[in-house]
């Protein structure tokens, strides 16, 4: 489980340096993994560092979503991506102005998902107050559904946001063309 994975000092599917280890994907009986965070920072509009409880500082991609690049070294900032992380900064900071606080937040595992990505970022839903944040960008138009090993337990309620933020013109559906 997830959890107890965090709280002994490691991630199933880590390897010691926190890449990723040739291990499955989550079984079944990770579908409730749950663990509770800090944000400590917004690295862009689907990525965050977090604090564990034990102190450790870790990476997370949002599980199901992209959003357009603002720090990915030789590639331009692309439309929306300013906004998209500003989007995130609001969801995932209690202040933004004159110093960010970061939420607490839960890490929630999806058992048809590997546990880290091959950067070793853990792979994750992100829920502040019960808001998953993945699917609050996605409906507010600053990020795109994407599917990367396989579909993910929360796919049809992404689109469906996607479709109606793309059908109201919201975020990048209307102001990146």
């Known amino acids: 489980m997830l959890v107890a994975a965090l709280a ?3 991630c199933s599917g880590l390897g010691p340096a ?14 409730t993994s749950r663990t509770t965070v800090r944000i400590v920072r917004v690295v862009d509009g689907d990525t965050l560092k977090v604090r564990l409880a034990d102190g450790r500082r870790r990476s997370v991609r949002l599980i199901g979503i992209d959003t357009p690049e603002t720090v990915k070294p ?3 900032v692309q439309c929306g991506g ?8 609001v969801l995932a900071y209690s202040r933004i102005r004159p110093r960010a606080i970061g939420r607490a937040a839960t890490l929630v595992a999806d058992p048809t998902q590997d546990r880290a990505d091959r950067y070793g970022r853990l792979l994750a839903y992100v829920e502040v107050d ?3 944040l993945g699917r609050s960008l996605v409906e507010q138009g600053w990020a795109r559904v994407r599917v990367y090993a396989g579909p993910f337990a929360r796919l049809g309620d992404y689109r469906g946001q996607e479709r109606r ?3 109201a013109g919201r ?4 102001r990146c063309g």
């Open 8 to 10: 002994a000092g490691g």
């Open 18 to 31: 926190g890449g990723p280890a040739d291990s499955p994907p989550a079984s079944s009986a990770d579908a």
């Open 82 to 89: 300013p906004e998209a992380s500003a989007a995130m900064r």
């Open 74 to 76: 030789g590639t331009p």
């Open 171 to 174: 975020g990048v559906w209307g």
């Open 130 to 132: 019960g808001r998953d």
């Open 165 to 167: 933020a793309r059908g």
